[in-house]
T-cell receptor, first 112, second 111 residues
Framework: QKEVEQDPGPLSVPEGAIVSLNCTYS??????FMWYRQYSRKGPELLMY????GNKEDGRFTAQVDKSSKYISLFIRDSQPSDSATYLC????????????FGIGTKLQVIP | DGGITQSPKYLFRKEGQNVTLSCEQN?????MYWYRQDPGQGLRLIYY???????QKGDIAEGYSVSREKKESFPLTVTSAQKNPTAFYLC??????????FGPGTRLLVL
């Protein structure tokens, strides 16, 4: 079993829809949770990071962490065609240098 | 402009050849990382460095080597010992553990 599970998709939604992207994980020691957006043939871009449980909002993006269920989500409101990309979840254990573990990414397509 | 640069964008390797991928950052970050990305797999850590003149192996270091002579630079050499080098290579740097910033990547292909 992988430490981080993420559905690769593809996920196709119409423009304006609310998108929900999710990851589950098995290591209860993870404390930091990140979401990256990666356009085709480009490097990942950090979108959001959260510490421990709770929600964090930035514009149209909301990151949610439920440590009791070992489940994290990224919501995109009013999705745009420019949101079409692969979204990677990532997580790490706090304290000193710790390896960041990435999901395989979910490919999202927002159809105009 | 601050950021991370990687060169070249595309690199072709002949069998038995060593090739070096460049990574430079002007973000004044202490830590730098090299990842490999393959289709259907998450990013896998090759090497990382927290300070100049020090680096550590990641999960898949075999067939790769690095150096960290300057804070700004962390080149990766793919040696002939790496039998399956075709992949997208990503360099990252960071100031804290939870925030890693990535470069644009280098795509390595084998002739």
């Amino acid at each position: 079993q992988k430490e981080v599970e993420q559905d690769p998709g593809p996920l196709s939604v119409p423009e304006g829809a609310i998108v929900s992207l999710n990851c589950t994980y098995s290591n209860s020691a993870f404390q930091y949770f990140m979401w990256y957006r990666q356009y085709s043939r480009k490097g990942p871009e950090l979108l959001m990071y959260t510490y421990s449980s709770g929600n964090k909002e930035d514009g149209r993006f909301t990151a949610q962490v439920d440590k009791s269920s070992k489940y994290i989500s990224l919501f995109i409101r009013d999705s745009q065609p420019s949101d079409s990309a692969t979204y990677l979840c990532a997580m790490s254990i706090s304290g000193g240098y710790q390896k960041v573990t990435f999901g395989i990414g979910t490919k999202l397509q927002v159809i105009p | 402009d601050g950021g991370i640069t990687q060169s070249p964008k595309y690199l072709f390797r002949k069998e038995g050849q060593n090739v070096t991928l460049s990574c430079e950052q002007n973000l004044n970050h202490d830590a730098m990382y090299w990842y490999r990305q393959d289709p259907g797999q998450g990013l896998r850590l090759i090497y990382y460095s927290q300070i100049v003149n020090d680096f550590q192996k990641g999960d898949i270091a075999e067939g790769y080597s690095v150096s960290r002579e300057k804070k700004e630079s962390f080149p990766l050499t793919v040696t002939s010992a790496q039998k399956n080098p075709t992949a997208f290579y990503l360099c990252a740097s960071g100031d804290t553990q939870e925030t890693q910033y990535f470069g644009p990547g280098t795509r390595l292909l084998v002739l």
